[in-house]
T-cell receptor, first 107, second 116 residues
Framework: KNEVEQSPQNLTAQEGEFITINCSYSVGISALHWLQQHPGGGIVSLFMLSSGKKKHGRLIATINIQEKHSSLHITASHPRDSAVYIC?????????FGSGTQLTVLP | DSGVTQTPKHLITATGQRVTLRCSPRSGDLSVYWYQQSLDQGLQFLIQYYNGEERAKGNILERFSAQQFPDLHSELNLSSLELGDSALYFCASSVEPGGQRSHEQYFGPGTRLTVT
């Protein structure tokens, strides 16, 4: 069993919809990271969380340490949000990655 | 732009060959991490250096090696290349060594390696 599980694997939404991507993990962590990978391959760090909730523009990330679960929400989705969203955990040191969620937002 | 640079962007080479991938971290960052992203394995951590010293090792093959130089740039050397080594190789940098605390990592644009 992978230490990091993401769902769904694929998600198609209409522009304007509220989107949720989930991440569950099975080990103790010091932080959880949400990353965005663009179609060209580049990876951007969106959030690093160790508790609670963070918001940046239309993106919101939450984490429940007791339940070992995190969610990434996108409000008022837009076609430019189409990308792969990757959850990663850091027990000590290196990142361990989920398999990613391919998000497609249709106009 | 994360401030992390990687060269080359693309590399095509034959099986059995050796290649070197280069990474320059963000100004002020002392840690460099190398990751491999292949179609079947996803993103995997290979190795971390902090201020010239190896700090952590992940799923790095014996055919692969890395180092971090005094100017903090890092090189990943891949030798005796196999078809299965074809992947995107990312480096990332952070200001701190890791350890029990986590720090945000800034990713470079990646090097796409194709082994034919």
């Amino acid at each position: 069993k992978n230490e990091v599980e993401q769902s769904p694997q694929n998600l198609t939404a209409q522009e304007g919809e509220f989107i949720t991507i989930n991440c569950s993990y099975s080990v103790g962590i010091s932080a959880l990271h949400w990353l965005q990978q663009h179609p060209g391959g580049g990876i951007v760090s969106l959030f690093m969380l160790s508790s609670g909730k963070k918001k940046h523009g239309r993106l919101i990330a939450t984490i429940n340490i007791q339940e070992k679960h995190s969610s990434l929400h996108i409000t008022a989705s837009h076609p430019r949000d189409s990308a792969v969203y990757i959850c990663a955990i850091s027990p000590p040191r290196q990142l361990t990655f989920g398999s990613g969620t391919q998000l497609t937002v249709l106009p | 732009d994360s401030g992390v640079t990687q060269t080359p962007k693309h590399l095509i080479t034959a099986t059995g060959q050796r290649v070197t991938l280069r990474c320059s971290p963000r100004s002020g960052d002392l840690s460099v991490y190398w990751y491999q992203q292949s179609l079947d394995q996803g993103l995997q951590f290979l190795i971390q250096y902090y201020n010239g010293e190896e700090r952590a090792k992940g799923n790095i093959l014996e055919r692969f090696s890395a180092q971090q130089f005094p100017d903090l740039h890092s090189e990943l050397n891949l030798s005796s290349l196999e078809l299965g080594d074809s992947a995107l190789y990312f480096c990332a940098s952070s200001v701190e060594p890791g350890g029990q605390r986590s720090h945000e990592q800034y990713f470079g644009p990646g090097t796409r390696l194709t082994v034919t």
